[in-house]
Each structure stands twice: as C-alpha cells, then as structure tokens.
Nanobody
Framework: QVHLVESGGGLVQSGGSLRLSCAAS????????MGWYRQVPGKRRELVAT???????NYADSVKGRFTISRDNAKKTAYLQMNRLKPEDTAVYYC?????????WGQGTQVTVSS
C-alpha cells in the first residue's frame, strides 16, 4: 500500500554536503513517522534520524549537529540534509515510514564520502 523512493545519494568529498529525498505514495495515513537509517556491509542497520507527524525529531549521536531531517507534507516527501560529511558516513541510506502498526522501506541510496 505504501511505496517509498529515495534519491540524492552519490559521491562527495569529506566535508561536503548532500540532501537525500524520500517520496511517498500509496495509501498514506495522517498518523505516521518517518525515519532515515543507514547500513554498511557486515553491520546492523542503524537509525540516523526520525521525525513524527507532529514534527518531533531524534538523531543518532554520530550525526547530531550535522544532519537535519524534515518533511514536506504537501509534497509527501521527507528529506535528510547531510552537512560536513565524513568518510564514516559512507553507507546505503534507507527511508522508512511507519503507519498503522507497519513499517515500509525504500530501496536505499548509496552515499560515499571520500577522504
């Protein structure tokens, strides 16, 4: 019922910036939460940032002060602004939407930060 498509990943230099987008479509509830997660080979997928429908945000300590999660309800799109990127930020980034007790995931977008 819910389809998520991430975009905006790519290769950047250390210290650079990227803005990821997550476009949602399908049967969308007005009660929801969005999140960004990332995963590297051999490691568990980890939470990066979340935002509730009411606008409350939460960030992993490793990205706090550098990343900002936001959403545009009219465009049905969530964003992750990533500033001052570090090589350790390199990962596949996934968008997640939670609604009606279910979690929906996007396909992921690769972010690579060179040193």
């Amino acid at each position: 019922q819910v389809h998520l498509v991430e975009s905006g990943g790519g290769l950047v230099q250390s210290g650079g910036s990227l803005r990821l987008s997550c476009a949602a479509s399908g049967t969308l509830s007005s009660i929801y939460a969005m999140g960004w997660y990332r995963q590297v080979p051999g490691k568990r997928r980890e939470l990066v940032a979340t935002i509730t429908g009411g606008g409350s945000t939460n960030y992993a300590d490793s990205v706090k002060g550098r990343f900002t999660i936001s959403r545009d309800n009219a465009k049905k799109t969530a964003y992750l602004q990533m500033n001052r990127l570090k090589p350790e930020d390199t990962a596949v980034y996934y968008c997640k939407r939670e609604q009606s007790g279910l979690a929906y995931w996007g396909q992921g977008t690769q972010v690579t930060v060179s040193s």
